[in-house]
T-cell receptor, first 112, second 115 residues
Framework: ELKVEQNPLFLSMQEGKNYTIYCNYS?????LYWYRQDPGKSLESLFV?????AVKQEGRLMASLDTKARLSTLHITAAVHDLSATYFC????????????FGKGTLLTVNP | DAGVIQSPRHEVTEMGQEVTLRCKPI?????LFWYRQTMMRGLELLIY????????DSGMPEDRFSAKMPNASFSTLKIQPSEPRDSAVYFC?????????????FGPGTRLLVL
C-alpha cells in the first residue's frame, strides 16, 4: 500500500525567502500530483508529474519528481503572502491506477 | 466551465438522521470520486465510479454509507443513520480519460456536522 509523507507539516516563511516542501512515498508511484487548498475551500490542482526527472513551474512554484529516490519537491521562490495555503502531494500506484493517496499537507504561512 | 458542483455546501443534522450529499461532475468526465477530509485522517477516498459504475468502494467506512451514480451527471452519497464521527468535509471530484493518470478536479465540498 502506497504511503505518502510530507514535510514539514507547518512552514512559516518571510516574504521574499525561498523554501522547499518535500514529499516522500513508500512504493513505486507512476504519478505525483500537487494540490493547493485555501482555508475552507476546495483543492486546486497545481502540477501533475508523470515521469522521472519531470519538472514543472508556474509562477513562484516549481515541482519536480525523482522516482528513484521516491521523492517529489515543491520549491517556493521569493514567497509572497498570496501563497499562504495548505499544499498537498498525492501519489498513485499502478495497481489501482485511479486511486490517489494524499499526504497530510503542509500549512504554509507567508509573513510580511 | 462550471466545475464540479456539490450540494448542500453545509449540513447540520442530528445523530440518527439520514444525510444525502449530491454531486454533479464536470460535463464529459467519466470518472467520479467521493473523498472525506478530517483533521485526524486527512483526505480519504471513499468510492470511485467509472462510466457510472462503482469500481472500488473499499474506502466506504461501513454499511451506513452508500453511493449511487444513476447517470453521468449526478451522484449521491448517503449516510443512514448518521453519527457524530461522520462530521467531516466531503468532496466530490471528477476526471476524464482512461489512463488513470488524469488530474482529478475537486468540487467545493460539503461541510457536514452531525450533532
Amino acid at each position: 500500500e502506497l504511503k505518502v509523507e510530507q514535510n514539514p507539516l507547518f512552514l512559516s516563511m518571510q516574504e521574499g525567502k525561498n523554501y522547499t516542501i518535500y514529499c516522500n512515498y513508500s512504493t513505486t508511484s507512476d504519478r505525483l500530483y500537487w494540490y493547493r487548498q485555501d482555508p475552507g475551500k476546495s483543492l486546486e490542482s497545481l502540477f501533475v508529474l508523470l515521469s522521472n526527472g519531470a519538472v514543472k513551474q508556474e509562477g513562484r512554484l516549481m515541482a519536480s519528481l525523482d522516482t528513484k529516490a521516491r521523492l517529489s519537491t515543491l520549491h517556493i521562490t521569493a514567497a509572497v503572502h498570496d501563497l499562504s495555503a495548505t499544499y498537498f502531494c498525492a501519489g498513485g500506484s499502478g495497481g489501482s491506477n485511479y486511486k490517489l493517496t494524499f499526504g497530510k499537507g503542509t500549512l504554509l504561512t507567508v509573513n510580511p | 466551465d462550471a466545475g464540479v458542483i456539490q450540494s448542500p455546501r453545509h449540513e447540520v443534522t442530528e445523530m440518527g438522521q439520514e444525510v444525502t450529499l449530491r454531486c454533479k461532475p464536470i460535463s464529459g468526465h467519466n470518472s467520479l470520486f467521493w473523498y472525506r477530509q478530517t483533521m485526524m485522517r486527512g483526505l480519504e477516498l471513499l468510492i470511485y465510479f467509472n462510466n457510472n459504475v462503482p469500481i472500488d468502494d473499499s474506502g466506504m467506512p461501513e454499511d451506513r454509507f452508500s453511493a449511487k451514480m444513476p447517470n453521468a451527471s449526478f451522484s449521491t452519497l448517503k449516510i443512514q443513520p448518521s453519527e457524530p464521527r461522520d462530521s467531516a468535509v466531503y468532496f466530490c471530484a471528477s476526471s476524464s480519460g482512461t489512463s488513470g493518470k488524469e488530474t482529478q478536479y475537486f468540487g467545493p465540498g460539503t461541510r457536514l456536522l452531525v450533532l
